[in-house]
């Protein structure tokens, strides 16, 4: 397929597979490379199948979730000029990301001649634009991998808040929002939330910051500056023992205990068969390269319960299973 273009035209090839975007920056050098050999392993590649920098190219059909990023419909252009390039993208959509890992001048003189896009850090909550995002990145000179349709509504899956460094007493709350705005859609004032593994208290003191009723559980305390504010209720319990009947009606269900994955599962099973609660918000935690092996099946069965798991770029060895009932992204 021939795009014409008032410089020079450029040829596109459409791929057949995936381009699965690792995680290679952000939150220390360790938690990235945890999520690089997840992707290996679901990708089924080994370390010397690192096609091009960062990014991993298969024709699976099986659901991947430890990208930062997945290009959903890639592909190839070959151009001759940077007006050729430049050109092409503008032609397809407005918004593009670029993941730079060679030619870095050419890269930046192509990404000039796009339109701009803001890299502020966000406050919270903060409604995101509609229109998508694509990906490109340069191969050599004269040629380009792109997708105007990716998996992350962020540019390059990465975005980033202007962080409070008084409120809350943990730093965890920036998942919270990160999952929140992903899914466009945050409890109202009033909403009753239940928030479990609430301690320290990041994510209660999120949720009552929006003016939802919290019912906070942990077995540890919640810190005091949180279990005060109006709108918070904490209860020192476990709370896989806490059934849905004991809660009772609530429109969000956040859990961000430290557990095995098979328990908050069936805990989950529990809720939805209940009826009782319209969103969840939950983290999956992996806990060791054992765990790692045979965490395929275990998301499989979270996957059937509806919803989407990602890999938000504020989580480090954990997923997020996201089910919501406005606007899911994807
Ligand atoms: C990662 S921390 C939660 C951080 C919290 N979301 C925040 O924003 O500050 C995990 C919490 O799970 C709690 N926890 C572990 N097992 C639990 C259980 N069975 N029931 C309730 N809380 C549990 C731990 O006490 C710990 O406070």
């Not at 290996?40 to 960062?54: F, H, K, Q, V």
């Not at 959903?72 to 503008?90: H, K, N, Q, V, Y």
């Not at 609430?198 to 500056?225: H, K, M």
């Not at 005060?228 to 319990?237: D, K, L, T």
Request: a neutral charge; aromatic letters at 12%.
């Amino acid at each position: 397929m021939l795009i014409t273009s008032p410089i020079t035209p450029a040829k596109i090839g459409p791929l057949l597979g995936r381009v699965y975007e690792a995680a290679v920056s952000g939150h220390g050098v360790y938690a990235d490379r945890y999520a690089e050999t997840c992707l290996r392993a679901e990708l089924g590649l080994d370390e010397a199948s690192n096609l091009w920098g960062p990014l991993f190219y298969s024709e699976t059909r099986e659901p991947v979730f430890w990208a930062r990023n997945i290009w959903l419909s890639p592909f190839r252009l070959e151009f001759d000029s940077i007006g050729a390039a430049a050109s092409a993208l503008r032609g397809i959509q407005r918004n593009w990301h670029a993941t730079v890992f060679t030619h870095w001048r050419r890269a930046a003189l192509i990404q000039s001649r796009l339109p701009s896009m803001s890299f502020k850090r966000h406050s919270f909550p903060w409604l995101l634009p509609d229109a998508s995002v694509g990906a490109w990145a340069l191969l050599d000179e004269h040629t380009l991998l792109a997708s105007a349709r990716c998996s992350s509504p962020f540019p390059g899956g990465v975005i980033e808040f202007e962080e409070d460094k008084n409120g809350p007493p943990s730093r965890a709350y920036l998942k919270l929002w990160e999952a929140l705005v992903r899914c466009r859609v945050w409890p109202h004032a009033g909403e009753r939330c239940l928030d479990a593994g609430a301690s320290p208290g990041g994510w209660t003191w999120a949720l009552a910051c929006l003016g939802a009723d919290v019912i906070a559980v942990d077995r540890a305390l919640l810190a005091e500056q949180v279990a005060c504010m109006p709108g918070v209720r904490f209860m020192q319990h476990n709370a896989f023992s806490l059934q849905p009947e004991d809660i009772g009606p609530i429109d969000w269900l956040f859990c961000d205990v430290i557990c095995y994955p098979d328990r908050l599962y069936e805990w989950l099973e529990k809720w939805l068969a209940a009826g009782l609660c319209g969103n969840f918000v939950c983290t999956i935690k992996t806990q060791s390269a054992d765990t790692r092996q045979n965490f395929g099946d275990t998301l499989r069965r979270f996957a059937s319960l509806g919803g989407q798991i990602v890999h938000l770029y504020h989580n480090k060895h954990e997923l997020t299973w996201l089910k919501v009932r406005q606007r899911p992204d994807e």
